[in-house]
């Protein structure tokens, strides 16, 4: 029998099923892709064809598409991660999508997955810590979405690892990384802070929703959602049933929306102390005055917090009031310091979510029973609880090692 005559290239180098010389003396490899799409790989030299070959076959082998890694950037393989988030809430996707657009977008989010390594993705890290000046809780958040975008492509068969997993454990050992974790005011901060708005004029439609931000633990997006109807002034209950957050649209313009918590643990009720109660009676009262909420926002409407002109706060003007504050406080201290001799009592920059911290501080230094404290906060984990509200201030500290006096040697 004759043998059947191979093929060959110019070189008289046999080549191997679906090899080809071209014409033009270049090399063509012709496979069949995860879809089963007929596709082409090319090369200069048989040499460097083979080569190609080879990761191909050890790519089919592991279940991934071969090439499509190196066709697709990181943009790309982000769009189609976002728009796959079905279960995300439409102000949390639209807070991302601006977090990735402003700081990925414009360069990291060019380069082409198939060529990211775990020292691209913590170079960029750092530069975003040290040039841009990004602090940790911006890096877990982008990083909270990169990782899962990589995962994506590797259950999709187009990657065989993640150039994210553990870039973040390493840096936050390095000494670059700061944890910006909220603290609570100690009491002391907390007292002069509030006395100094509730004796001074121009704090005085700052006054119930500061104190009822202090009083009921409620985030910014809580307090700033609810209605007259969701309060219960007979049995001083508050139910905790919306939030309402700014959602970007573009750079520069944000809109307010309302929407259900994050979890089913969000819809809550809260006690009202005395003195949240008081608080809104005094809102109530302005309210009268000044005719009350006018604005509605996606068909909610009648507000318990609104401005002068009827319509409901952002977010960002209670941080800029209370910013104002702080400062007209600190500079009263400074005075009030230097003309007594002493030293000043000044208050540290912080948020409306700081008063979130501070309110279940205060609940953790009279010992509630934590349980409780996880409904009130809303959180859906008590670990949630335990691990980032446990905080307690030196003096109860030294409290309560002084009651056990005796008890313990």
């Known amino acids: 029998m004759m043998q059947k005559n191979k093929r060959k290239d110019a070189q008289g180098h046999i080549l191997k099923t679906r090899e080809y010389q071209r014409p033009d003396g270049r090399y063509s490899y012709s496979y069949n892709d995860w879809s089963g799409k007929r596709r082409?790989?090319?090369?200069?030299?048989?040499?460097?064809?083979?080569q190609k070959e080879k990761k191909i076959q050890d790519e089919l082998?592991?279940?991934?598409s071969p090439g499509m890694a190196d066709r697709i950037t990181l943009n790309e393989l982000y769009d189609r991660y976002i728009q796959q988030k079905y279960d995300l809430k439409a102000s949390t996707k639209a807070v991302y999508q601006y977090m990735y657009d402003r700081f990925v977008r414009p360069s990291f989010g060019n380069r082409i997955i198939g060529k990211i390594r775990y020292s691209d993705v913590k170079n960029f890290y750092y530069s975003l810590i040290l040039e841009n000046g990004l602090h940790a809780n911006t890096i877990d958040s982008l990083h909270a979405q990169l990782h899962p975008a990589f995962t994506m492509a590797i259950r999709d068969g187009i990657l065989s690892q993640n150039p994210c997993t553990g870039v973040t454990r390493e840096i936050k050992r390095s000494h670059v990384w700061e944890d910006n974790t909220r603290h609570a005011l100690s009491r002391a901060e907390q007292d002069r802070f509030m006395e100094f708005v509730q004796k001074e004029k121009c704090c005085e439609r700052w006054a119930p929703i500061l104190t009822v931000l202090l009083g009921t633990g409620l985030r910014i997006g809580e307090c700033l959602a609810l209605r007259w109807e969701d309060l219960d002034m007979d049995n001083r209950i508050i139910n905790v049933r919306l939030s309402l957050a700014n959602r970007q649209f573009g750079k520069g313009h944000a809109e307010k929306h309302i929407s259900t918590p994050k979890t089913s643990s969000g819809m809550r009720t809260v006690p009202m102390l005395d003195e949240v109660y008081e608080a809104f009676l005094k809102e109530q009262e302005m309210?009268?005055?000044?005719?009350?909420?006018?604005e509605t926002i996606d068909g909610y409407s009648g507000f318990v917090f609104v401005n002068k002109n009827g319509n409901a706060y952002s977010p960002?003007?209670?941080?800029?009031?209370?910013?104002?504050?702080?400062?007209?406080?600190?500079?009263?201290?400074l005075e009030n310091a230097l003309q007594e001799g002493r030293e000043p009592l000044l208050i540290p920059h912080f948020s409306a979510h700081h008063l979130r911290h501070t309110f279940c501080t205060r609940m953790v230094e009279n010992e509630i029973n934590v349980a409780i404290l996880r409904e009130i906060m809303g959180h859906r984990a008590l670990a949630t609880t335990l691990e980032v509200y446990t905080t307690v201030s030196n003096e109860k500290k030294r409290e309560s090692m002084l009651s056990l006096k005796g008890k313990i040697i």
């Open 40 to 50: 082409c790989v090319y090369a200069k030299t048989l040499k460097e064809l083979r």
């Open 61 to 64: 082998n592991a279940g991934i």
């Open 316 to 333: 960002p003007s209670i941080n800029r009031a209370i910013e104002r504050i702080r400062i007209a406080c600190n500079k009263e201290e």
């Open 287 to 294: 309210q009268r005055r000044t005719g009350g909420c006018r």
